[in-house]
């Protein structure tokens, strides 16, 4: 079965410029991961935020493929698992990002596939540096989500 984008010309989409980074919006916001550990625990929750930093640039790469091959439906299950994963791990700025990106690509607006990794990037790259600082800060095995002797965390204190 062809799927509905894939028999429209690629003409028919439009070329625009990536979504601007809300660089108020914070990097990571622990209260998601809060509520995960309410209701599931804190093992579970520190595996989720672990598997998210983990996927983080497999997932990144998945959208940025869609971005660069113009297609709109592979670009629209990307960014749709980032976007409900980062909300889930409390990734704040990449929701954003995505629900922005998401918003083009309901409109057939294609950002350009580079600038939109050199953004993704950027915001990967904080995620990971938060999530580094909250660790060292707390210290592993600290109450830290994700933290653990080698690896990033982020607080729940």
Not at 130 to 147: L, M, N, P
Request: hydrophobic share 40%; glycine share 8%; proline share 5%.
């Amino acid at each position: 079965m062809e799927r509905a984008d894939a028999a429209e010309p690629e003409r028919m989409l439009r070329r625009s410029a990536a979504p601007v980074v809300d660089e108020s919006l914070p990097v990571l916001d622990p209260a998601p991961l809060l509520g995960l550990c309410n209701e599931a625990g804190d093992i579970v929750a520190q595996r989720f935020f672990t598997e998210y930093l983990n996927l983080l640039p497999t997932r990144v790469s998945r959208v940025i493929g869609g971005l660069s091959s113009s297609d709109l439906e592979a670009s629209k299950e990307a960014v749709a698992s980032l976007k409900v994963s980062s909300a889930m791990a409390g990734a704040t700025r990449m929701e954003h990002y995505c629900r922005e990106l998401e918003e083009g690509l309901a409109a057939r607006r294609v950002p350009d596939a580079a600038d939109s990794l050199l953004s993704m990037s950027r915001i990967s790259r904080l995620i990971l540096q938060d999530a580094r600082r909250e660790w060292r800060k707390q210290g592993a095995g600290s109450g830290a989500i994700g933290g653990n002797a080698s690896g990033p965390g982020v607080a729940l204190n």
